[in-house]
Each structure stands twice: as structure tokens, then as C-alpha cells.
Nanobody, 126 residues
Framework: QVQLVESGGGLVQAGGSLRLSCAASGRTLSTYGMGWFRQAPGKDREFVAGISRSGGSTYYADSVKGRFTISRDNAKNTVYLQMNSLKPEDTAVYYC???????????????????WGQGTQVTVSS
């Protein structure tokens, strides 16, 4: 398995931006499809964005489409989530996850992801 560590979370006002990073170690990240998920208090973990192994294909939840951008730098073994126009409803713990079984059709399914980071808190104030 690959080990993942997220960073970049914090407190921001509504309308602001944050960039999350997910650094991988232990395995070459280019062999994994990647996803970002989030979990708000009292709610289930939900899919936010996914990216193919090469970075050529990206996918987003409807709630973040047009505001968030997922990207990856395989040379740096890092995946990013650029979050713009943040809203209070974006407040959650954000997790990155890796899957060797990733395909576009299953990108949002939590069960395909074998490796998870510890999460980073994002809080958006109104």
C-alpha cells in the first residue's frame, strides 16, 4: 500500500481559496487512480473529485464542479485539490485516497480505495 499525508487545510472566509496537497510515499503514485473525499460532522464520507493515473481525466461532484480543481504531479508523488469560492457547506475533513483498481466508472466508490490519508480539516466561515 501507499502511504498518504494530506496538508493545506485551515480556516478561511466564504469566497476564499485553499489548496490541499496529498503526498505519497512507499509506492509510485502513478500506478494509482486518486480521489478526494470529505466528511462533515454527522454526515457520511462523500466523493469530491477523482483523477486518472496520468492526470488526463478528472471528475467532480456536482456540488464542487466549477470551483474545485484536482491535479497531480507524478514526479513529485503528490496530488492537489485547489478549492476556490469556498462556501460554509464545504466545511469538512478532507481525505485523499488511492486505488490500484480505479476506473472512471467506479471513481466515487469508497470501497475501491485501499489507502487513505489521515485527513485535513477545512473550515469555511460565513
Amino acid at each position: 500500500q501507499v502511504q498518504l499525508v494530506e496538508s493545506g487545510g485551515g480556516l478561511v472566509q466564504a469566497g476564499g481559496s485553499l489548496r490541499l496537497s496529498c503526498a505519497a510515499s512507499g509506492r509510485t503514485l502513478s500506478t494509482y487512480g486518486m480521489g478526494w473525499f470529505r466528511q462533515a460532522p454527522g454526515k457520511d464520507r462523500e466523493f469530491v473529485a477523482g483523477i486518472s493515473r496520468s492526470g488526463g481525466s478528472t471528475y467532480y461532484a456536482d456540488s464542487v464542479k466549477g470551483r474545485f480543481t484536482i491535479s497531480r504531479d507524478n514526479a513529485k508523488n503528490t496530488v492537489y485539490l485547489q478549492m476556490n469560492s469556498l462556501k460554509p457547506e464545504d466545511t469538512a475533513v478532507y481525505y485523499c485516497a488511492a486505488s490500484p483498481r480505479w476506473t472512471p466508472s467506479v471513481r466515487s466508490k469508497i470501497q475501491i480505495y485501499d489507502s487513505w490519508g489521515q485527513g485535513t480539516q477545512v473550515t469555511v466561515s460565513s
